[in-house]
């Protein structure tokens, strides 16, 4: 009796509680939204519909597979959900590669206005897109952490050197990571947490090119615009 009472306290407390799946969906329901404010030239995939129909079944898959927290280690899960991250990435690098191509040749873009709120569609979904690729690829993902994984992280945070701070099963969740995407995409580098491999070191520094590109590109063309 005693021996099973034991199993099952280390059983238990095998895993930390996993991050809710809602923090998940509403990061990729945001970039859907964002895309769909693209002007026609602008936004990639011909028919509208597409995108929000991949984005949600997608997701809604994602939901199904593992509902309320992310603590499932399925192989599958994994690969549906890099899948979604991947489209949403490769989706609005397109969408940017058309917004530089149109600013380029000089192409007409209407106002001032209608430019930079494009820009700033595109540079938050990149921001949100990188944010997923750093939570999913992180120590194999949120599943992998709620289960207490021993794999070495790729990122320092502040509250890993100073756990006094945190609760004790503290571990990165989907906002850690989106702030890591927006401090990098802002000051085009790490804020308080450190890059410690190399895929992560290159992924930061691929977000800050693009993001100090689209800035550059685009306010300097608003500028251009703006009447005299």
Do not use: C
Request: no cysteine.
């Amino acid at each position: 009796m005693d021996d099973g009472g034991s199993a099952g306290v280390v059983e238990a407390t095998s895993h930390h509680i996993g991050e809710p799946r809602w923090a998940m969906a509403i990061a990729v329901i945001a970039a859907g939204a964002l895309h769909a404010t693209l002007p026609d030239n602008v936004r990639s995939l011909g028919a509208p519909w597409i995108y929000p129909t991949v984005v949600v079944g997608l997701l809604l898959v994602l939901v199904v597979g593992d509902p309320g927290r992310i603590d499932k280690r399925d192989p599958w899960l994994r690969v549906v959900n890099s899948i979604l991250i991947a489209f949403i990435t490769l989706v609005n690098a397109q969408s940017a590669v058309h917004l530089v191509r149109l600013i380029v040749i000089n192409a007409r873009l209407g106002t001032a206005d209608r430019l930079l709120g494009s820009g700033a569609a595109i540079w938050t979904i990149n921001v949100i897109a990188f944010g997923l690729w750093y939570w999913d690829l992180d120590q194999g993902g949120p599943a992998e952490r709620a289960n207490r994984t021993t794999r070495l992280p790729a990122f320092l945070f502040p509250e890993m050197t100073s756990p006094e701070f945190v609760r004790a099963d503290w571990y990165p969740e989907l906002i850690d990571y989106l702030h890591v995407s927006f401090a990098t995409a802002t000051s085009f580098g790490p804020s308080d947490v450190s890059a410690i491999k190399h895929w992560s070191k290159l992924l930061m520094l691929l977000e800050s090119a693009v993001s100090l590109l689209l800035a550059v590109l685009v306010v300097a063309r608003a500028i251009n615009l703006l009447p005299g």
